[in-house]
């Protein structure tokens, strides 16, 4: 079975950077599109960016600029760059992934988040 475990989140200061690590494991599959999101008590899921595999992205309109996200097929992994960081994106961050597993097909994988904080 396929296992998704975020990583790299922790306490920052505002205007500081982290990055965030998205890793599969597990065997004969291959990660296609890969999302981050966020979510805080109360609030909905929020979309921070979404990448495919081949690598065109998009982002939250209000993140641009200041998130990134990038990938290493190779690894299995998908990276969330934050940049910049307020108080309000404190979080718990997610990652989402349409995994392909050889002979089942496609599902659609959470990891258990990590949580970021900004704060000073």
Same mark, same amino acid.
């Given at each position: *079975?396929? *296992?998704?475990?975020? @990583?790299?989140? =922790?306490?920052?200061?505002?205007? %500081?950077?982290? !990055?965030?690590?998205?890793?599969?494991? =597990?065997?004969?599959? !291959?990660?296609?599109?890969?999302? &981050? #999101? !966020?979510?805080?008590?109360?609030?909905?899921?929020?979309?921070?960016?979404? /990448?495919?595999?081949?690598?065109?992205? +998009? #982002?939250?309109? @209000?993140?641009?600029?200041?998130? @990134? /996200?990038?990938? +290493? $097929?190779?690894?299995?992994?998908?990276?969330? *760059?934050?940049? $910049?960081?307020?108080?309000?994106?404190?979080?718990? #961050?997610?990652? $989402?992934? +349409?995994?392909?597993?050889? %002979? !089942?097909?496609?599902?659609? #994988? &959470?990891?258990?988040?990590?949580?970021?904080?900004? @704060?000073?």
């Amino acid at each position: *079975q396929v *296992q998704l475990v975020e @990583s790299g989140g =922790g306490l920052v200061q505002p205007g %500081g950077s982290l !990055r965030l690590s998205c890793a599969a494991s =597990g065997s004969d599959f !291959r990660m296609n599109t890969v999302g &981050w #999101y !966020r979510q805080t008590p109360g609030n909905q899921r929020e979309l921070v960016a979404i /990448i495919t595999r081949a690598g065109p992205a +998009d #982002y939250a309109d @209000s993140l641009k600029g200041r998130f @990134s /996200i990038s990938r +290493d $097929n190779a690894k299995n992994t998908v990276y969330l *760059q934050m940049n $910049n960081l307020k108080a309000e994106d404190t979080a718990v #961050y997610s990652c $989402n992934a +349409d995994i392909e597993v050889m %002979g !089942r097909g496609v599902a659609d #994988y &959470w990891g258990q988040g990590t949580q970021v904080t900004v @704060s000073s």
